[in-house]
Structures are given as structure tokens and as C-alpha cells.
């Protein structure tokens, strides 16, 4: 047990990653088939922050999920950089990925939808999004 007023130097202080194994979602069927591990995991991260609005679900700390809502009904030439750092915002908050880019947008008449790279200790993949506009 630490006394209440003791001091700790950062450089004590011994962090820890956890392993990525997680379930297995299938978002065709909305079900589970078993588990997933490294750079499947980073994928499925990917899609699920992707999937939920930030600040919407109780449930979910106000670091997790994306602010993309908040562009719709906007200029198209705003909410293409805004969509690029949203998603950037977004996805750096989960420590395995270290890096997004290669965005390719696709605009049609009510949504744009966008194709990236994302990077990860575990290697790269690409992942896409529609957001309405």
C-alpha cells in the first residue's frame, strides 16, 4: 500500500500492455465466432471505434469512438480534412495503432466514402468509411 502523501517518480512506474485477444465479431450475422488476436484485432478495433459516436453511449469512455456526425449538412471542402483528422483522432486513441494515413475519398451525392491505411504494431491494413453528408 502507497502512504497518501508519498511521491512516485514516473520512471518507477512499470505499464503494461495487455495481449489484444478479444472476441470475434461477425458484423454480418451479429454474432461471435471465437477470438481474434493481433493485427484481426487491430481490424476489428477499427471498424467497431468506426461504428460508434463519440459521446452517444454511456457505456464507452469519452475517448472511444469518432466524431463524424457532427459533419453532416457541412461544405464538402470542410468535411473532407475534418473527416481525415476526426478518424485520426479517433483511431490513435487505442495504443496499438501508431499511425494513419494514405486517405482516399470517394465523394458521391450524400456521403463520402473514404479508404485509408492504418499502422500498427502488429503491421498494416487498410480500412474504409462512409459517412453521410
Sequence with gaps: MIPKNAEIALDEIKFESYPSLTYALDPDTNQIHGKVNGLEAVRQAVYLILCTERYQYLIYSWNYGVELAQLIGRPIELVLPEIERCIKEALLQDDRITG??????????????CTFTVHSIFGETQAETEVPI
Excluded: A, Q, T
Design 100 to 113: 494513419i494515413d494514405g486517405f482516399d475519398f470517394e465523394v458521391n451525392r450524400n456521403k463520402v466514402r
